[in-house]
């Protein structure tokens, strides 16, 4: 029913669209006739707005992965830098969150874990939209920032990572279970900013699967009810994924292919000095407006990302035939 009803609610986008552009195009035709030319003006606007939603939506039928459609998780975790790096994770935290609020998505943080200093050590926002998971699986990996360093007192130039990780809400009707004989809990008292029942009580959740030794930890709800469930469909997630990898690895010897590790590999720079630039290594797509990109302005990274897979996945299809 869940499939019918987001097929149904596709095919209505269409429709409803192409109803609309087919009344404005006649409205617009009987503007020229009468000579009518602030209706003209008007609908011609219209038209405008019309194209650029086709425009996005033919680039979404691009997103036809398995899970492409699917709500996301989105973690980012402080790398080497110290505090110029906690501080880099949380501005990326919010870059994410910024990007999903421009797009009308559903963005919530689910756990933040401050650093030191300033900044953040971890922190995962879920974006809850129809696509967040095949637009954001071009962010894993690890981003680098170089800048003047606001907490060195020289003011020297300093270089950051942070690592992104994203990951497709597990769908209730997997088939992969959690056995809680395999899950070892803890609970503690959450740390840093929070109100009295988050410091005083100890509402925070870890959660251990034994078996293959995954960690989840969320702190940032008020009760631990709710703290667990989140962890728990987290952990789910990342059971399915790890199990798509192992099949997915499996598959590429099988085939005699070479199957490199995504962790550690650089795919963006953000440099704020000494120029504004932002560039992804993987398509080598760049913009100088370091700001923008980092203000939440991510859909031209995230496209050409994206475009550049369904090249290569054709590619290999033609070569393979």
């Not at 910024?98 to 874990?113: I, Q, S």
């Not at 008020?222 to 987290?234: D, H």
């Not at 992804?280 to 550049?308: C, E, I, P």
């Amino acid at each position: 029913m869940r499939k019918l009803a987001a097929v149904r609610g596709e095919l209505e986008t269409w429709t409803n669209l192409s109803s609309e552009v087919a009344s404005t195009v006649e409205l617009f035709g009987l503007a020229v006739e009468e000579g009518d030319d602030v209706l003209g003006a008007q609908l011609a606007t219209d038209l405008k707005k019309y194209s650029k939603s086709v425009e996005s939506l033919e680039f979404e039928l691009q997103l036809s992965g398995v899970n492409d459609a699917s709500p996301a998780f989105l973690t980012v975790t402080q790398g080497a830098g110290g505090v110029d790096a906690q501080d880099w994770a949380e501005i990326l935290l919010r870059m994410y969150t910024r990007w999903a609020e421009r797009r009308g998505f559903d963005a919530e943080v689910v756990d933040l874990t401050p650093g030191d200093e300033a900044g953040i050590k971890s922190g995962t926002i879920k974006v809850d939209a129809k696509y967040a998971y095949g637009y954001l699986r071009s962010e894993v990996g690890v981003h680098r920032l170089v800048r003047l360093s606001p907490f060195d007192a020289d003011h020297r130039r300093h270089t950051s990572f942070a690592r992104v990780e994203v990951l497709p809400e597990a769908d209730e009707s997997e088939e992969m279970k959690i056995n809680t004989d395999d899950l070892r809990v803890d609970v503690f008292r959450a740390s840093g900013n929070g109100g009295q029942n988050v410091q005083k009580n100890s509402t925070a959740i870890r959660l251990t699967h034994l078996p293959t030794k995954l960690v989840v930890a969320v702190q940032n709800e008020r009760s631990q009810a709710q703290n667990r469930e989140i962890a728990m469909r987290i952990l789910l997630s990342r059971l399915v994924d790890l199990d798509t990898k192992a099949k997915a690895e499996e598959r590429a010897k099988l085939k005699g292919e070479h199957v490199s590790a995504e962790f550690g590999r650089q795919v963006r720079s953000y440099v704020q000095h000494p120029y504004q630039m932002v560039k992804d290594h993987r398509t080598d797509f760049q913009t100088g407006d370091a700001q923008s990109v980092l203000d939440g302005d991510l859909d031209d990274l995230l496209k050409s990302y994206l475009s550049s897979q369904v090249e290569s996945a054709s590619a290999s299809a033609e070569s393979g035939s």
